[in-house]
């Protein structure tokens, strides 16, 4: 048992022994830094595609006619032809007020032109009796005089007559009043057997006109003078852009729409400034078959600044802000990262922002990990590519009808619209800066 002990306590002891050489060996190595690996990043080169710049600003749809129905003669209410709210044609009777009394009036003055015409009848005998007989020496002068005024008389008579005729038939038209043209009436505000027109005309509904529709919108002064300086260089006025109205496309779209899916034409610009607002109104004419545009709702517009140029574009979100102004992080041949301060354009409906200055066609942006970059320090790159703009799809039921002067806008929202007089393009407003993107 001893001598068992004594074995287990040498091992023991030399098992000790190798562990604080070990620790020794240990204690005697040197610490060193080892740098994070560079950061991810996905990085793609900038896009450049023909844009074309557009003058965005706000308006409001109005009828392109309304007027109010009323009882011109009096009466009491016969008939109402319609239902209310309901689409008429034009001619079409919508109401009818008493009308005996009117044709009645009517007949009279009919019997009495027939009572004048066969006066004139022998008015007209009488004076060529006494015409001959005058020449014969069988009739006085004074007697002749007589027989040609009763003559004159009688031919007045006829004319007062037929006049009394035609007002007799127009006050019987009156008992019919119908649809000025075609559009939705309101809801009437007479009912059948109400007396109307005894004091003056009364309304009894009114009609709306709705296709074609007018968008009416206003320019500042700011921009107005912008674009007469730009056509002035081009040798052309502001007088000769309006005779060129029907080549100048406008696009708008409603609140809970997306994009501009109506087109139409600007078919008036006012001729002076308000002065009292400094600003110029414009109006756009649109088609409107399928009733999508009403009167009074509130619009975007949108109007071509010249033909589509070629531009650089980036993602929206690869776009930050700074005390500086917008940038975005580029990174060179050796994987550095930069900060590019950046000139923003128009937003496109992609999401893709147009950029007007501080890139080039050649230049790489990080698109992806931009919280990570640093300007200044290498990141791992991942190569990416940025989706171009999609075409325009087609906007359903949208007619290419040519009413009221309108040409047909089928062209596509991106494509270069065929404008004749260039619009500057930095008559736009300029959009706001994007946020900073954490």
């Given amino acids: 048992m001893v001598g068992g002990n004594g074995v287990s306590s040498g091992l023991r002891r030399g098992t000790v022994a190798l562990c604080a050489t070990f620790l020794l060996a240990a204690c005697e190595e040197k610490n060193t830094y080892v740098a994070p690996p560079p950061p991810k990043v996905t990085v793609a080169?900038?896009?450049?595609?023909?844009?074309?710049?557009?003058?965005?600003?706000?308006?409001?749809t109005a009828a392109i006619n309304s007027v109010d129905l009323n009882a011109r003669v009096q009466g009491f209410l016969t008939a109402?032809?319609?239902?209310?709210?309901?689409?008429?044609?034009?001619?079409?009777?919508?109401?009818?007020?008493?009308?005996?009394?009117?044709?009645?009036?009517?007949?009279?003055?009919?019997a009495t032109l027939a009572a004048n015409e066969a006066s004139q009848v022998q008015a007209e005998a009488e004076y060529n009796r006494q015409a001959q007989l005058a020449k014969q020496d069988f009739a006085s002068q004074a007697t002749l005089d007589q027989a040609?005024?009763?003559?004159d008389s009688a031919v007045a008579n006829v004319a007062?007559?037929?006049?009394?005729?035609?007002?007799?038939?127009?006050?019987?038209?009156?008992?019919?009043?119908?649809?000025?043209?075609?559009?939705a009436v309101t809801a009437h505000l007479q009912d059948v057997g109400a007396l109307v027109g005894y004091s003056g005309p009364t309304k009894l509904a009114s009609i709306v006109q709705l296709n074609p529709i007018w968008v009416w919108f206003t320019l500042s002064e700011q921009q107005v003078l912008r674009i007469k300086e730009h056509l002035a260089r081009q040798g052309k006025s502001l007088m000769a852009l309006t005779r060129d109205l029907d080549d100048i496309p406008i696009e708008i779209?409603?609140?809970?729409?997306?994009?501009?899916?109506?087109?139409?034409?600007?078919?008036?610009?006012?001729?002076q400034v308000d002065p009292s607002l400094?600003?110029?109104?414009?109006?756009?004419?649109?088609?409107?078959?399928?009733?999508?545009l009403l009167p009074g709702l509130f619009t975007r517009v949108r109007v071509p600044l010249g033909q589509a140029s070629t531009t650089v574009l980036v993602p929206d979100?690869?776009?930050?802000?700074?005390?500086?102004?917008?940038?975005?992080?580029?990174?060179?041949?050796?994987?550095?990262?930069?900060?590019?301060?950046?000139?923003?354009?128009q937003l496109q409906a992609d999401g893709l922002r147009a950029i007007e200055g501080g890139l080039k066609a050649t230049d790489r942006i990080i698109i992806n990990g931009i919280q990570r970059a640093v300007p200044g320090s290498k990141v791992d790159v991942e190569v990416g590519k940025i989706a171009g703009l999609a075409p325009p799809t087609p906007v359903a039921g949208q007619p290419l009808a040519k009413p009221a002067?309108?040409?047909?806008?089928?062209?596509?929202?991106?494509a270069a619209p065929s404008v004749a007089p260039t619009l500057p393009n930095n008559a736009s407003s300029a959009p706001a800066p994007a946020a900073p993107k954490n």
């Fill in 405 to 414: 002067g309108i040409a047909p806008a089928n062209a596509p929202a991106v």
């Fill in 45 to 60: 080169p900038v896009l450049e595609q023909p844009v074309t710049r557009f003058l965005e600003l706000t308006g409001n």
């Fill in 80 to 110: 109402i032809n319609y239902k209310d709210g309901q689409f008429a044609r034009k001619g079409s009777v919508l109401f009818v007020i008493e009308q005996d009394q009117y044709k009645a009036q009517v007949d009279q003055a009919k």
């Fill in 317 to 345: 979100s690869a776009i930050s802000t700074s005390q500086q102004g917008s940038y975005v992080l580029t990174v060179n041949a050796e994987n550095v990262v930069s900060q590019a301060l950046v000139t923003l354009g």
């Fill in 160 to 183: 007062n007559a037929q006049a009394s005729l035609v007002l007799a038939q127009i006050n019987l038209g009156y008992t019919q009043v119908s649809a000025p043209f075609d559009g």
């Fill in 148 to 151: 040609r005024a009763k003559r």
């Fill in 278 to 292: 400094g600003t110029l109104t414009v109006r756009g004419i649109f088609t409107n078959d399928d009733f999508a």
């Fill in 253 to 271: 779209g409603l609140q809970t729409e997306t994009g501009y899916p109506h087109r139409g034409r600007i078919d008036y610009v006012a001729p």
